[in-house]
């Protein structure tokens, strides 16, 4: 093998050497030609260069990443565990490549996933040769690259070169166009669906008239029909979506073979970072352009695949071997980043995955600290404590250096998630940033919801009413809006009086004037309940995004975003809950917004788990390992194990971000749509090794705080953790009082009555003291934590019917209640 390399680089060290000789003649120590040549056949090529002239991009690289980084010529795989250096060593062999004059650097093609990814990649070089990374024009994420082949050879594909790249809404719009062309129900095939089939299908490269007949059942059987009028009308258009930029690309290659033998020349060296997580459509693209001089060199790591509900194929990294039959396979295994807890840690839990090639990580790191595992009670609880751990870290006081705010990172398995710490940290001043995404009060089906809460509360905010009369559509498109704008200049009027107007003038007639009636009147009910204040401020949200049709909308949108949007929402009505009324509310949320921008400091990074591939930080925090959300129940419902292996990996990648501190968090009560809802810890705890793990209990978490409670509760209490402490692994295990409620999906209520509560080695436990059914009598008096005091109308098995005094009546499950002896 060894030697392989040697002569592969052969001429690039004897250049090496020759160069230092000089360098060392003109110092008077020169050494003789055959000295020279004793020194490359006795030592090795690359241990004599080095010794004598060591390029700085080699420097500190173990022997394995070298061979990965020297073995220029033919296929290459780096298959290797996560940390191990594969970045790093794939950025050096693109300074090598160039170094050695083997390729100019507009002559390499590297792709990486992320724009983040291809800026540090670029750095990294620039780091090692200076400017001439700026002369990497092929450096940067598929779809740049692709972006920019398409744009040279549009014609091919049938656009011109300026054709436009569509965004969501364009291409929704269009999808909708063409759905009622076909006379489709739109209500039942809605456009995000189609949007969302079109791209799955990109994805696998799949061209409308590759699309096989069992796939095209959908639409009513139009499915296939939909995709090639939408085609048809983007050329039409001089436009692409995302998908296309791909596809086109792939089309003209296989179309025009002079054109790919161009491109099989230019690219003398293809590089690809995160290689496991290429869809097919990548993949038939990268191999189209390796296959002639078939120098393509490919990092990743099986066990870090995250994408595949995205279309991603591992199989693409297990099959490289059999594409380029002569690969040379690196497998890299020293770990460089984490502790070796850390490490440990994530290695033992992704074991239990079965679906893997398995390698065994190991580090020279002696550095203690173990993986630490707490328990909250709640979302607002877990914010607290990460909050005074961050800024602890970052003063210092945890008997550490101190980990500067932006090399500290929260990984979030839901966006939804982020909005319990956006709220924190503005409440004590902690600078964060939100990355690969908008802060939570950001998103757009936030503002959206907020605009409706505005105009309901303040019928001239005319912007909060232009945002939503369309959203969702109405029929009220931009024709309508522009006339209600011109008469509200006209006439000096807030838009929602125009809106009046205009239906009384008859500005608007027909459908529009229907819709626009049913809008105002709505509004116009939603002020008056509001003004009333009888009704809890959640409840009317919760109403106005319902009778809008706002929740509707994504509940019929089946895009892969909506789930996390309607998750949004919940959470925005779970915020609400903490505020007396409407108004409190959005006082509250302009005060967040206007928290906006902090330039020139560092910052504390909120991401999700997604977003951190191939980062690291000093200091990680994983809040929110509990089942159903992590894993998440979506996953486990829609893919079985294969999801739970996917969600498995993403918990790899969270924990293998971590350099030094890696926190784990979850929580014994979520609130979900004001509902508390027990929550059970993550079944990943399971596959934590214990010897890594570190159970603390925060201080807000004891005895004391949950005084006079039942046996459920006081489990979760200090004694439980001090023993889980002692020994991790045999707590006892607890079975969980089964408090699912209508809001949990059924998967979750379906676990929550199997097994894996009696894995579960943590318990878990109901918010309040519990009333059996059988403790209620109709009459009685109870008390309940959000709707305080009422009386028992009537008990269906364990639900009862309330008539709250302040919430009027209700019907809750009895284990939320407290009733006789234990009211508070
Ligand atoms: P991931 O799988 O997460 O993408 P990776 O395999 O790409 O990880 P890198 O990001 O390249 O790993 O490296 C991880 C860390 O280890 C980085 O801080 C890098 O600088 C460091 N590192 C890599 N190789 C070495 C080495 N030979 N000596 C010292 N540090 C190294
Ligand atoms: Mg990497």
């Given at each position: 093998m060894l030697k392989a390399i040697c002569s592969s680089t052969k001429s690039f060290y004897r250049m090496v050497l020759m160069q230092n000789e000089s360098e060392k003649k003109n110092l008077g120590t020169g050494v003789s030609n055959n000295l020279l040549d004793n020194e490359l056949n006795t030592t090795g090529l690359a241990a004599a260069a080095m010794r004598h002239l060591q390029p700085s991009y080699l420097e500190g690289l173990n022997e394995m990443q070298q061979q990965g980084v020297l073995n220029l010529d033919g296929p290459v795989l780096m298959l290797a565990g996560a940390g191990t250096g594969k970045t790093r060593a794939l950025t050096a062999r693109i300074a090598h490549i160039i170094n050695s004059g083997k390729a100019k650097p507009n002559q390499i093609l590297a792709v990486t996933f992320t724009n983040k990814a291809a800026i540090e990649m670029k750095a990294r070089i620039s780091l090692f040769l200076g400017d001439v990374v700026e002369g990497m024009p092929w450096l940067g994420t598929f779809h740049s690259i692709c972006s920019k082949m398409l744009r040279i050879n549009a014609e091919i594909a049938g656009l011109n070169s300026d054709f436009t790249i569509l965004d969501v809404d364009d291409q929704l719009r269009l999808l909708k166009q063409l759905i009622r062309l076909e006379k489709i129900d739109e209500k039942r095939w809605p456009p995000r669906s189609l949007a969302h089939i079109i791209d799955n299908w990109k994805n696998r490269a799949l061209s409308p008239e590759k699309v096989s007949d069992t796939d095209s059942n959908l639409f009513d059987g139009n499915a296939v029909k939909l995709y090639t009028m939408y085609q048809d009308r983007l050329k039409t258009l001089n436009a692409v979506d995302f998908g296309d930029l791909l596809l086109h690309v792939l089309y003209i290659l296989q179309k025009d073979a002079g054109l790919l033998e161009k491109y099989q020349s230019t690219f003398k060296y293809i590089l690809v970072d995160e290689?496991?997580?290429?869809n097919v459509a990548q993949y038939l693209w990268l191999r189209l352009l390796a296959q002639k001089k078939k120098n393509i060199c490919c990092v990743g790591d099986d066990d870090q695949s995250i994408y595949g509900w995205r279309g991603a194929e591992v199989g693409n990294i297990l099959r490289f071997e059999k594409d380029f039959p002569d690969a040379k396979v690196f497998r890299l295994e020293q770990n460089y980043r984490s502790n070796k807890h850390i490490l440990s840690a994530a290695s033992n839990l992704i074991k239990a995955n079965s679906s893997r090639l398995g390698k065994t990580l190991w580090t020279e790191s002696k550095k203690e600290g173990k993986v630490r595992l707490v328990g909250h009670w709640n979302g607002e609880e877990e914010a607290r404590w990460i909050g005074e751990e961050i800024e602890a870290l970052a003063r210092g006081t945890r008997g550490y250096d101190p980990v500067p705010l932006d090399e500290q990172v929260i990984l979030v398995r839901?966006?939804?998630?982020?909005r319990a710490f956006e709220e924190r940290f503005v409440s004590i001043g902690l600078p964060y940033e939100v990355i690969g995404g908008p802060r939570f009060y950001e998103r757009l089906e936030i503002r959206d919801a907020i605009a409706y809460l505005r105009i309901a509360t303040s019928p001239t905010d005319s912007l909060a009413f232009e945002r939503i009369i369309n959203t969702p559509k109405r029929g009220l498109g931009e024709r309508t809006v522009q006339e209600l704008n011109k008469k509200s200049r006209e006439k000096n009027l807030p838009l929602l009086k125009s809106a009046r107007l205009a239906i009384s003038d008859g500005t608007v007639v027909g459908k529009g004037k229907y819709e626009l009636t049913q809008l105002l009147d709505k509004i116009d009910l939603w002020k008056k309940i509001i003004s009333e204040d009888e009704k809890p401020p959640f409840e009317i949200a919760a109403s106005i995004l319902d009778e809008s049709g706002y929740t509707e909308m994504w509940k019929n949108d089946n895009s892969p975003t909506s789930p996390g949007r309607l998750d949004n929402l919940k959470e925005l009505i779970d915020a609400i809950k903490d505020f007396d009324n409407i108004p409190g509310f959005l006082e509250h949320i302009s005060l967040m917004m206007e928290n906006e921008r902090q330039d020139g400091i560092a910052k504390l990074k909120i991401m999700t788990l997604h977003a951190a591939k191939g980062l690291e930080f000093f200091a990680v925090f994983l809040p929110g390992w509990e089942d159903g959300l992590f894993p998440s129940q979506r996953s486990l419902d829609e893919t079985g194990l294969k999801g739970l292996e996917e969600e498995r990996r993403l918990a790899y990648v969270g924990i293998t971000r971590a350099i030094q501190h890696c926190t784990i968090s979850f929580t014994a009560n979520r609130r979900i749509y004001n509902n508390w809802q027990s929550a059970i810890p993550s079944r990943f705890l399971d596959n934590l090794s214990k010897e890594d793990v570190e159970v603390i209990v925060p201080p807000t978490l004891n005895q004391s705080r949950f005084a006079g409670n039942d046996r459920n509760v006081s489990r979760f209490g200090s004694q439980e953790f001090n023993k889980a402490d002692n020994d991790f692994n045999s707590t006892p295990k607890i079975v969980v009082k089964n408090t699912v409620d209508k809001y949990q999906s059924p998967g979750l209520r379906r676990m929550a009555t199997t097994n894996h509560l009696e894995r579960s080695n943590i318990s878990s436990k109901v918010p309040l003291n519990q009333a059996t059914p059988s403790d209620l009598e109709i009459g009685e008096k109870v008390f309940h934590q959000k709707f305080g005091y009422g009386k028992v109308k009537d008990i269906d098995h364990d639900t009862a019917t309330i008539e709250f005094k302040k919430a009027g009546l209700k019907k809750v499950k009895s284990g939320y209640l407290l009733s006789k002896g234990k009211l508070p």
């Open positions: 290689y496991q997580d290429t839901a966006s939804f998630q982020m």
